[in-house]
C-alpha cells in the first residue's frame, strides 16, 4: 500500500475512533449530569437550548446545534444559510437531513472536531451562563440521555444505567476540565485546521470574547429575534399566526427577555409539550390537527415527522396513529407483562392437566416469571 493511501486510512481510522465498541461507556444515572430536555437544570448543555446565539463572520446563528449542522456543507452556502435561518434547532437539522448525502466529504472524519469548535465558540460568546452552568457539573460525569443516538448521547437500558459512546458529554466534560485548570485558553479561538472550513463562503474567521462582560449584549440579542417570524413565514405559518403566537408567547420587552430566549423555539416550547399532553393515547392525524387549529396540515406534517425523527414521538401504521413515545414504551412494558402473565398462566393450565407434582408448578411459573 503506498504511502500516502496508508496516510489517509489512518486518518479515517483516527476520526471514527470515538465510535469503536471501545469507546463505549456505561454510567450509572444516580452519578451524573444527564440531560435530555432542554427545559431540565442542566437542558442548557444541549446544542438544542436556546439562549446561547452565536455570531460567526458577523453572522447570527441561534444555537450551537445550527452551526453545527452548517458546518457540514461549506460548499453548500445555500443550505447553510436555510440551517441557520430557522427558528427552531430541531427544524435546522433537519432542514439539512434531505442534503446530507452531500455533506463535506470527509464529514464523519471531521465531525467530533467540528462538534470541539461548536462548543467552543458557544463558551466564547456565552462566557458567564454556559461557563457556569459548566462549572455547576462539578466533578460529576455528563452524558446526553437520549432514546436513541448512543454516539452523541447514551441510551438508558434500565433505570439506572445509560451506555453510548457519549461524545456530547465528553466533548463538555473536556471543555469543563479547561475551563477550571486553563480559562485564558479558551478566551480565543482559531479556526479549525482542516480544508474548507468555510461559512457563508468565507474562511471562518478567528474568534475572541466578545465585550466586558463576555457575553453579547442585550442589544444583540434583540438582533437575533426579529429573524424569528420570516423564519416561521417559510415553514408555511401565515403571517397572522406567526403575530399571533409571538403577541401571546413572546412579547419582546428588556424585562421579559430570558423568557423570550427560552420561548423562542415554537417546536420545542409550544408543540413538543402540547404533544406529549395529547398523545398519552394514540391519536390519529386528523384528531392531533384538531388540538393544533391555527396549525396548516403541511406545518404539522413537518413537525410530526420531526417529532418521530427525534424519538419523542412514536409513529404506528396501519392505521397511521401516533403515540408519546414514553407512553408507548409503558404500553409496550404492560402488554410485555400482560403477556408473560397469560402465558404463566397457559402454562400452569396445561401443567395442572398433566398433573404435574406442585413442586414443579412452583419451579416453572418462577422461570416464566424471570423472562
Ligand atoms: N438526536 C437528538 C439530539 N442530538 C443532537 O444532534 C446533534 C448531532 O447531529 P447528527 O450528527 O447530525 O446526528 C448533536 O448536537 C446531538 O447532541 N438532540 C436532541 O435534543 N434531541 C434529539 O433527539
Redesign the pocket.
Known amino acids: 500500500m503506498n504511502h500516502q493511501i496508508l496516510l489517509a486510512y489512518l486518518e479515517i481510522f483516527r476520526g471514527e475512533i470515538m465510535q469503536t465498541s471501545s469507546q463505549i461507556r456505561t454510567y450509572n444515572r444516580n452519578e451524573c449530569i444527564t440531560f435530555r430536555k432542554t427545559k431540565e437544570a442542566f437542558g442548557g448543555l444541549?446544542?438544542?437550548a436556546g439562549g446561547y446565539p452565536l455570531i460567526v463572520n458577523g453572522i447570527h446563528i441561534l444555537t450551537s446545534?445550527a452551526l453545527?449542522?452548517a458546518c457540514r456543507f461549506p460548499h453548500l452556502p445555500d443550505i447553510q444559510k436555510l440551517i441557520i435561518a430557522q427558528n427552531s434547532p430541531m427544524t435546522a437539522?433537519m432542514k439539512g437531513k434531505p442534503y446530507r448525502d452531500q455533506s463535506r466529504s470527509d464529514w464523519e472524519r471531521v465531525?467530533v472536531q467540528i462538534m470541539r469548535w461548536c462548543l467552543r465558540v458557544k463558551l466564547l460568546q456565552n462566557w458567564d451562563t454556559f461557563g457556569q452552568l459548566l462549572l455547576e457539573t462539578g466533578d460529576k460525569a455528563i452524558v446526553?440521555d437520549?432514546?436513541k443516538?448512543d454516539f452523541?448521547?447514551a441510551i438508558p437500558t434500565n433505570d439506572n444505567q445509560l451506555i453510548g459512546v457519549n461524545a456530547?458529554g465528553r466533548l463538555l466534560m473536556e471543555l469543563r476540565k479547561y475551563l477550571k485548570e486553563d480559562a485564558n485558553s479558551l478566551k480565543s479561538l482559531k479556526p479549525l485546521e482542516i480544508p474548507d472550513f468555510i461559512f457563508l463562503s468565507k474562511p471562518i474567521e478567528f474568534l475572541t470574547l466578545k465585550d466586558e462582560n463576555h457575553t453579547l449584549s442585550i442589544q444583540e440579542k434583540q438582533l437575533i429575534i426579529p429573524l424569528i417570524p420570516e423564519i416561521t413565514l417559510e415553514s408555511n405559518v401565515s403571517l397572522d399566526q406567526t403575530k399571533e403566537f409571538y403577541r401571546e408567547e413572546t412579547i419582546i420587552t428588556d424585562t421579559n427577555i430570558e423568557k423570550t430566549e427560552k420561548d423562542d423555539n415554537i417546536f420545542d416550547g409550544w408543540v413538543l409539550p402540547k404533544l406529549e399532553k395529547i398523545l398519552q393515547n394514540y391519536q390519529s392525524y386528523d384528531q392531533i390537527l384538531q388540538h393544533f387549529k391555527t396549525v396548516n396540515k403541511k406545518q404539522m406534517q413537518d413537525w410530526m415527522k420531526l417529532a418521530v425523527e427525534?424519538?419523542k414521538v412514536k409513529k404506528i401504521e396501519k392505521p397511521v396513529r401516533y403515540i408519546w413515545y414514553s407512553a408507548y414504551e409503558s404500553e409496550s412494558n404492560l402488554l410485555k407483562a400482560r403477556k408473560i402473565s397469560q402465558s404463566r398462566n397457559t402454562r400452569k393450565t396445561q401443567l395442572k392437566s398433566s398433573q404435574k407434582s406442585k413442586s414443579n408448578v412452583t419451579q416453572e411459573s418462577t422461570q416464566l416469571s424471570l423472562i
Open positions: 444541549s446544542n438544542m446545534e453545527y449542522q437539522k465531525k446526553e437520549s432514546h443516538d452523541w448521547g456530547l427525534l424519538g
